[in-house]
T-cell receptor
Framework: GEDVEQSLFLSVREGDSSVINCTYTDSSSTYLYWYKQEPGAGLQLLTYIFSNMDMKQDQRLTVLLNKKDKHLSLRIADTQTGDSAIYFCAESPGGYQKVTFGTGTKLQVIP | SQTIHQWPATLVQPVGSPLSLECTVEGTSNPNLYWYRQAAGRGLQLLFYSVGIGQISSEVPQNLSASRPQDRQFILSSKKLLLSDSGFYLC??????????FGSGTRLTVV
């Protein structure tokens, strides 16, 4: 079955860049997502990328996709304390298909 | 616009008591609906999903059940809660190509 893996924890200093990595196994993945979960809240869709794209940039966020290696990354530039959260990588074949989530990476931003 | 409502936000229940968590979606019809549980602020465990009224698929055998009495209503229930049912419960709906939209979650503590 589908599998999405992430490292569990990342710690960075405020103002530095954060890079959160993710690998997936399903070659039919069409959509790849990054969700953010702040403490005590539901998940919020941050950004997504289609599988025919290599990169997507949205303000401080840059998503890189290496389809050959099935590797997805999320780079947060100028990381702020408000970026502290759990970040989930996810993939889906698209349409109304189920989304498969990774285990989440907890990002700690040190002031 | 589409919105998803989930309640209550927090719940403390004794062992052996019943449970009913409700999720409703507005602004869409015939959504795919999901119940997830998240233990200790980490990974998401898919519990149930529904593609239509009365159609429930269970992903994990457990002490819980789900029902979909109306198109935009999804209910998570238990007849007798166990300590192990404690966790953060999230409802979500599938908005086609843009992944899931999540509710704000219910923190359940079984004492």
């Amino acid at each position: 079955g589908e599998d999405v893996e992430q490292s569990l924890f990342l710690s960075v200093r405020e103002g530095d860049s954060s890079v959160i990595n993710c690998t997936y196994t399903d070659s039919s993945s069409t959509y790849l997502y990054w969700y953010k979960q702040e403490p005590g809240a539901g998940l919020q869709l941050l950004t997504y990328i289609f599988s025919n794209m290599d990169m997507k940039q949205d303000q401080r966020l840059t998503v890189l996709l290496n389809k050959k290696d099935k590797h997805l990354s999320l780079r947060i530039a100028d990381t702020q304390t408000g970026d502290s959260a759990i970040y989930f990588c996810a993939e889906s074949p698209g349409g109304y298909q189920k989304v498969t989530f990774g285990t989440g990476t907890k990002l700690q931003v040190i002031p | 616009s589409q919105t998803i409502h989930q309640w209550p936000a927090t719940l403390v229940q004794p062992v052996g008591s019943p449970l009913s968590l409700e999720c409703t979606v507005e602004g869409t019809s015939n959504p795919n609906l999901y119940w997830y549980r998240q233990a200790a602020g980490r990974g998401l465990q898919l519990l149930f999903y529904s593609v239509g009224i009365g159609q429930i698929s269970s992903e994990v055998p457990q002490n819980l059940s789900a029902s979909r009495p109306q198109d935009r209503q999804f209910i998570l229930s238990s007849k007798k809660l166990l300590l192990s049912d404690s966790g953060f419960y999230l409802c979500a709906w599938n908005g086609a190509d843009y992944g899931y939209t999540f509710g704000s979650g219910t923190r359940l503590t079984v004492v």
